[in-house]
């Protein structure tokens, strides 16, 4: 071992100390002001729950998480034992603050060579404090951070292992070196036992104990060329035929081209020719800036002038240029290979061909294998050219243990043939540093072993064991590779796209990157480019700067990125197949999966507040010193940047005043009578009600089943026996259950037989519901709806023997919404609500509607309208309530109060709410009540279309035809590209004005 060749960057640093401390500090109380009072939806009920019971919670069980989760839920720190485990993500996010600051500072350190230089170390710590913030306060993270979630504790190890990866750069071949890579080793393994995608740092950070010390900055440039590639050839292999546009393979060696260039920071003039007709190849890309800047910035659509200039082939032209200068580059090289000019001729013909290699592998046979193939010859190319650049018993080491993201089979046939290479070759090659590699394995050994918590656990039969993965070998390998969503592995569904391109990495609803990453910094809209152009230039700089730091920098945010949208390859609803209904639209926003990318792009960008002043401050070295120094305090300004996701993301973030999901969950089990048995149909609906019956002690006699997992065989044998459900099935008629199709287009699923099964056992003993969420094809019973055998309690319906339509227990109801009922932060301004809110909120406003429909029908429509007023209260924004309330005034004739009770609604849709109210009076058969409201709609909302033709039918049905050509007209000089419009309006032109009812109208 050697010693420590910079001890310097390892030297205690009190100003960076107390500047760390800040950061955490800042952070965790920004955390605690925001955490959510109880639990929030989604997983997060499921979570609180198992920590608290020690339970096996959803595949792959985050064994670690749950054991942390209970160590926080005993410790005194807050009354509410969720507040308690919500804190765990608290601090585990503040200590990820602090570690990526103490990762970004020795980053800036390797910049400079004068690091005791004052203005260099002001660099170096606000760039460190702003990615800290940056990162802390972008929207996802922070979200992530003030609920019981994973990820708050994943973000935690990949800083971690970020900075003992740099600890270990700087002591390299060293004893403290040796330790570094081992825990990095071991807490990449036990992080798994977190979430498996933290595990995407280690073989990124691994490298700098796989490459050599000597390796130079044309080796790290191959290295990360390579994982470019591999991830354009899962783009391209799993794309449709004409799905990937030309510039893509192009646009890419481009990047890398110019990261080259400016790394050896020499351009000649054959370089200049190479950039040029790499140019003129992306014309069309260009163009689709132009494009996509005057859609952003001037709002203005060009698309019809970018196609006419698509027509001429230029980008096609300049590949074919470029194609032919690399095959000249070729003979070039063959030439002068051994003279001084070699090298460069053999760099350009390289980045020339490689755009025409890229675009030939877009016609090679799609799929998983062709993949598997390419890889192998690239991996051997890689190996021959880095031959004298690697640690081979390193890399077996880290690759065997890297076998962990293929599955628990190929991890364990890994580490068996792994450890008997590196043994083999170990001894045979006398290279001592097989120790070193064994003990890689070793440690990634002991750090997966948390998972065994998961059999042992689940032996003693929580109350929450999902899967029952203690019922044999088979099912916990099956447990821990997900095989509950699937039998298909998650690499190889990568090669079959669920979404289009533009969808999974652009601005789509739930799902596209662009979407999620455009909402993280505070910098909305146009303005998102300041974020953007920072984390760029910052990454730029730490690449030119130190290649051998920036580079995997750039790999590790590609990996967290562009690889995240590859593996998880999330559905649009675009592509959906009948024979596989899971490629629906996506549920929810998928935006947690890309916390790491938006992460690490945030200490991005405070590399690039970094280089922004290290740059004005290079630029006034020749400028007097008072300017000097002016010029660099001003640059310290950007310290305040952080202040712009803090304010823009505090109230989407803010979970203080939301206790939507405790209360939902304990209104459901309030309805319920006792010893219920109650189906519910999804996370929201069942989750939340876990964590009240576990946590907090509430109606843990009602019977909570859930659809969605009534449809395997272990849920069923739990709820027979641990819930005691009456379900007279054995294990092995449970075992035999499959789904079959009773009718074309209509299967009768497993959880469908067990619906019918509970409701023919159980006999009428105990008292069956049904949460409102339970979709209508749920609601069977022998091939028929139950619908007319469902009577409305509160918010679940109750199973009844009458039958009869809509039926609903007034009393009861009446009773539950305006007594007993919990309606805190439902209403409130002051607390967010995302989509999922707004779908509870609209489970609440249908029992109001409910209510108020049961008066009117009966006729009392006073008193039907009282229930919409003390909905508003409850729900003010409420849509469904005011368009029902709008109804309601209309049918009791109170024209005169309409237009005052829409003007004064809440909700953001009173276009719909005219609309509406204007065509309830034509159905009616209020003819001039309908005109004039129409008219008022139109008025008020002159390019609201579905307005405008009903006010034109209107006016021809009834021959206002003087109206008419005034309303039409209007509207074709505004909409010149309505010809439906155009040609009504020649119709019209010629009647005569004495056939108009409102005759002298013109």
């Not at 909305?524 to 030119?544: C, D, Q, S, T, V």
């Not at 209904?581 to 790491?596: A, G, I, K, M």
């Not at 979970?655 to 519910?680: E, G, Q, V, W």
Request: aromatic share 14%; charged share 20%; hydrophobic share 45%.
């Amino acid at each position: 071992m050697t010693k420590n060749p910079d001890f310097r960057l390892n030297k205690f640093d009190r100003a960076n100390a107390a500047i760390g401390a800040a950061v955490f500090i800042i952070s965790f109380v920004v955390y605690n002001l925001t955490k959510a009072p109880t639990f929030s939806f989604w997983d997060c009920g499921e979570f609180v729950a198992c920590a608290y019971i020690l339970g096996i919670p959803h595949p792959p069980g985050s064994p670690l998480y749950v054991i942390l989760g209970r160590i926080f839920s005993v410790l005194p720190i807050a009354a509410d034992i969720a507040v308690r485990i919500n804190l765990l993500s608290v601090v585990a996010s503040a200590a990820g603050a602090l570690f990526g600051y103490l990762a970004t500072v020795r980053i800036i350190r390797f910049w400079f060579n004068d690091k005791d230089n004052f203005q260099k170390r002001i660099i170096t710590y606000i760039g460190g404090f702003t990615a800290a913030l940056f990162m802390a306060f972008s929207n996802t993270n922070w979200g992530n951070s003030v609920e019981a979630e994973v990820y708050a504790i994943a973000i935690l190890i990949m800083m971690v292992i970020l900075w003992l990866a740099l600890r270990y750069f700087e002591s390299k071949e060293t004893a403290m070196g040796s330790r570094n890579m081992l825990l990095m080793v071991y807490l990449g393994l036990l992080g798994v036992g977190i979430h498996l995608t933290l595990y995407v740092v280690v073989p990124v950070f691994a490298l700098y104990f796989i490459m050599k010390r000597e390796a130079g900055a044309r080796e790290w440039g191959i290295v990360a060329a390579f994982f470019v590639l591999e991830l354009y050839m899962i783009f391209a292999l799993s794309s449709r035929p004409n799905e990937i546009p030309l510039y893509i393979p192009i646009l890419l060696p481009f990047i890398v081209y110019a990261f080259h260039l400016a790394i050896v920071q020499k351009i000649t003039r054959f370089a200049f020719i190479t950039m040029g007709l790499f140019l003129i190849s992306l014309y069309p890309f260009f163009l689709e800036i132009v494009n996509a800047f005057s859609l952003n910035i001037l709002r203005k659509d060009l698309s019809s002038t970018i196609d006419s200039l698509n027509k001429v082939p230029l980008g096609w032209i300049g590949l074919a240029g470029l194609t032919g200068w690399g095959l000249f580059s070729l003979f070039k090289y063959q030439q002068l290979r051994k003279e001084s000019a070699g090298p460069e001729w053999l760099m350009l013909l390289v980045y020339s061909l490689i755009p025409a290699v890229l675009l030939i592998i877009g016609f090679i046979p799609k799929g998983y294998f062709s993949f598997l193939f390419l890889s192998v010859i690239i991996i051997a190319v890689l190996g021959v050219l880095l031959r004298n650049q690697i640690n081979w018993l390193n890399l077996i080491a880290v690759g065997a243990v890297s076998m962990i993201v293929f599955g628990f089979w190929q991890f364990l046939y890994g580490l068996i043939f792994g450890g008997i290479a590196i043994l083999f070759l170990g001894l045979y090659l006398k290279d001592k540093s097989w120790k070193t590699a064994i003990s890689i394995i070793i440690v990634a050994v002991i750090g997966f072993s948390i998972h065994a918590f998961i059999p042992i656990r689940s032996a003693q039969n929580p109350s929450i064991d999902e899967n029952k993965p203690s019922s044999s070998f088979g099912a916990f390998v099956g447990y821990l590779e997900r095989k509950q969503y699937g039998s298909q592995s998650m690499v190889e569904r990568m090669f079959v796209r669920r979404g289009t391109w533009e969808h999974q990495f652009g601005d789509y609803q739930r799902m596209g990157f662009w979407r999620f990453f455009g909402e993280q910094y505070g910098f909305k809209g146009p303005r998102f480019f300041i974020a953007l152009i920072l984390g760029l230039f910052g990454i730029w700089e730490a690449i030119r700067r130190k290649p051998d730091i920036g580079l995997p920098l750039i790999v590790l945010i590609l990996l967290c990125s562009v690889g995240i949208v590859l593996y998880m390859n999330f559905a649009d609803g675009t592509r959906m197949d009948q024979s596989k209904p899971h490629d629906y639209l996506e549920v929810r926003n998928r935006d947690y999966f890309f916390t790491p990318a938006f992460a690490f792009f945030g200490l991005a960008i405070g590399l690039g507040i970094a280089a922004v002043m290290e740059f004005i401050r290079e630029s006034m070295k020749n400028l007097k010193p008072v300017l000097q120094k002016s010029a660099f305090t001003a640059s310290c300004l950007l310290v305040l940047l952080p202040l712009s996701p803090l304010k823009a993301n505090y109230f989407i973030n803010d979970r203080s005043k939301n206790y939507m999901p405790y209360d939902y969950a304990n209104n459901y089990l309030r309805t319920c009578d006792k010893d219920a048995i109650l189906f519910t149909n999804g996370d929201n609906d069942t989750f939340p009600l876990w964590a009240i019956q576990e946590v907090y002690g509430v109606r843990k006699d009602v019977r909570v089943v859930n659809l969605s997992l009534a449809g395997t065989q272990w849920y069923i044998k739990q709820a027979r026996d641990g819930m005691k459900v009456p379900i007279e099935w054995n294990d092995e008629q449970i075992d035999n259950l499959r789904s079959y199709w009773i009718k074309e287009g209509e299967a009768f699923r497993i959880q469908d037989q067990v619906v019918e099964h509970v409701i023919t056992a159980n006999k009428w003993r105990y008292p069956i519901y049904m949460t409102v969420t339970v979709p209508g094809e749920s609601k069977k019973y022998k091939g028929r709806s139950l619908e007319e055998n469902l009577s409305l309690e509160g918010m679940v319906h109750k199973l009844v023997q009458t039958k009869g339509k809509s039926q609903i227990n007034f009393e009861k109801t009446k009773r539950l919404f305006l007594e007993d009922y919990d309606y805190r932060g439902l209403g409130e301004s002051t607390v967010y609500k995302d989509e999922n809110a707004d779908r509870i909120a609209g489970n609440y406003a249908t029992g109001y509607l409910m209510l108020a429909d049961s008066l009117r029908r009966a006729g009392n429509y006073e008193s039907a309208f009282d229930f919409v007023k003390r909905g508003l209260q409850i729900l003010p924004d409420s849509y469904d309530i005011y368009a029902y309330g709008s109804q309601l005034l209309a049918a009791m004739g109170r024209i005169d109060t309409m237009n005052a009770y829409i003007q004064n609604a809440s909700t953001e849709d009173k276009w719909k709410l005219y609309f509406n109210w204007g065509i309830s009076a034509k159905v009616a058969g209020r003819m001039d009540d309908a005109v004039k409201v129409l008219e008022l709609t139109h008025q008020l909302y002159p390019e609201y279309a579905d307005a405008y033709r009903a006010l034109v039918g209107l006016y021809y049905q009834n021959r206002y035809y003087g109206k008419l050509r005034q309303t039409v007209l209007k509207w074709v000089e505004d909409h010149p590209e309505d010809r439906e419009s155009q040609q009504l309006l020649r119709e019209i032109k010629n009647v005569a004005p004495s056939l108009d009812t409102l005759e002298g109208i013109e």
